[in-house]
C-alpha cells in the first residue's frame, strides 16, 4: 500500500494542503512518525515536534496496546484490557515504567526547550498507522487540554473501527486507507525500518534551528 514512511507522508501533505500558510504544529507520536512529521511540516510549512505518549502492553504481549498513558499520567485504559489479563495492578505497574520511559525521552529529545505549546494552533498530530487507536486517543486528549484551535489526526491507514473510535477525540480525522484485513502497521509498507532516537534528536535539533 506505501513503499516507505515518507510516500505515506506525501500523500497525507496533499490532502493536507490546505493548512499550507496558516503555520500549522505537526506533532509525531515518536519515533517512527517523526521523519513523516518534518516532511509534513516542511510542505504546510509549519512547525514540527513530538507529543509523547505510549501504549500500555498486555501482559505476555507488550506489542498488543490494552491502552496508553500521556505525559501528565492521564490513562485511556481500552474496554478489552481486563479479558487482555490486564489487573489494575498490572496496569499501574506497565503505566508507572512506561511514564519513566517518557521522562527519559523528553530530556533527550528537548533538552534545551520545553514542547511547542499548541494553544491556539492548528495541530496535526501523525502516527505512520493505528492498530488499537489507544496511543493516538491519549496524545488527543492529552493535547485537547491545552487549548488547540483545530485538533487533526493524520495517518496513512487504520482499520475502519478505530478510525471511528478515534474520531471522538479530535475535529478531523484523514486517514488515506482503512482496510478491515489488518494485523499491523508494518504489513501496509514495502519497507518499515526502525527509527531510532538519534534521528528523532536531528530533527528536532534542525527545527529548532529554523528562524
Known amino acids: 500500500m506505501f513503499r516507505n514512511r515518507l510516500e505515506a507522508a506525501d500523500r497525507l501533505a496533499r490532502r493536507l494542503i490546505a493548512y499550507k500558510g496558516q503555520n500549522p504544529l505537526v506533532l509525531a507520536i515518536p519515533r517512527g512518525a517523526v521523519p513523516m512529521a518534518k516532511h509534513i511540516a516542511d510542505v504546510l510549512q509549519g512547525q514540527v515536534d513530538v507529543v509523547l505518549v505510549r501504549k500500555l502492553g498486555a501482559p505476555g504481549n507488550p506489542e498488543f496496546a490494552i491502552g496508553a498513558v500521556d505525559e501528565t499520567g492521564w490513562t485511556y485504559i481500552a474496554d478489552y484490557a481486563a479479558a487482555a489479563g490486564a489487573t489494575p495492578d498490572y496496569i ?43 496511543t493516538m486517543i491519549s496524545a488527543l486528549h ?52 526502525q527509527v531510532e532516537d538519534e534521528e528523532v534528536m536531528r530533527v528536532l535539533r534542525e527545527a529548532s534551528a529554523r528562524p
Open 92 to 134: 499501574e505497574r506497565e503505566k508507572a515504567r512506561q511514564m519513566a520511559i517518557m521522562r527519559q525521552r523528553r530530556a533527550q529529545y528537548t533538552p534545551v526547550r520545553p514542547p511547542i505549546d499548541p494553544a491556539g494552533r492548528i495541530v496535526i498530530v501523525v502516527d505512520d498507522g493505528l492498530a488499537t487507536g489507544a
Open 142 to 193: 492529552a493535547l485537547r487540554a491545552k487549548g488547540p484551535a483545530k485538533l487533526i489526526c493524520a495517518v496513512p491507514v487504520a482499520p475502519p473501527e478505530t478510525v471511528e473510535r478515534v474520531r471522538g477525540y479530535c475535529d478531523e480525522v484523514v486517514c488515506l486507507e482503512t482496510p478491515y484485513d489488518f494485523y499491523a502497521v508494518g504489513q501496509f509498507y514495502a519497507e518499515f525500518p
